[in-house]
Nanobody
Framework: QVQLVESEGGLVQAGGSLRLSCVVS????????MGWFRQAPGKEREFVAG????????GYAESVKGRFAISRDNAKNTLYLQMSSLKPDDTAVYYC?????????????????WGQGTQVTVSS
């Protein structure tokens, strides 16, 4: 089991940028594939981006492709999500998640550990 702590989100104007981070502790970070998910009010939690243990395999939801970038620093036990060209539809609570596997998954139930979530609000 690992503990995940996300950085504070915030309020951003449409077209702006924001970087989220997620610090992982408790076990070997480099043993976990990682993912970012988000949940808007009244909607199900959805996959945003995922990254493999090595960082060589990365995937994005179609809605964020070309605007968001996921990365990890195994030496710092930290996962990042760089968000650019933000839209009001990106408004949600963002969660980082850990999966004890080499590869990430787009399915929420395949992740064993979750952060507490951080609010990102994009104003028009």
């Amino acid at each position: 089991q690992v503990q995940l702590v996300e950085s504070e989100g915030g309020l951003v104007q449409a077209g702006g940028s924001l970087r989220l981070s997620c610090v992982v502790s408790g076990r070997t970070f480099s043993s976990y594939a990682m993912g970012w998910f988000r949940q808007a009010p009244g909607k199900e939690r959805e996959f945003v981006a995922g990254i493999s243990v090595s960082g060589r395999s990365i995937g994005y939801a179609e809605s964020v492709k070309g605007r968001f970038a996921i990365s990890r620093d195994n030496a710092k036990n930290t996962l990042y999500l760089q968000m650019s060209s933000l839209k009001p539809d990106d408004t949600a609570v963002y969660y980082c998640a850990a999966r004890r596997n080499i590869y990430y998954s787009t399915r929420t139930y395949e992740y064993s550990d979750w952060g507490q979530g951080t609010q990102v609000t994009v104003s028009s």
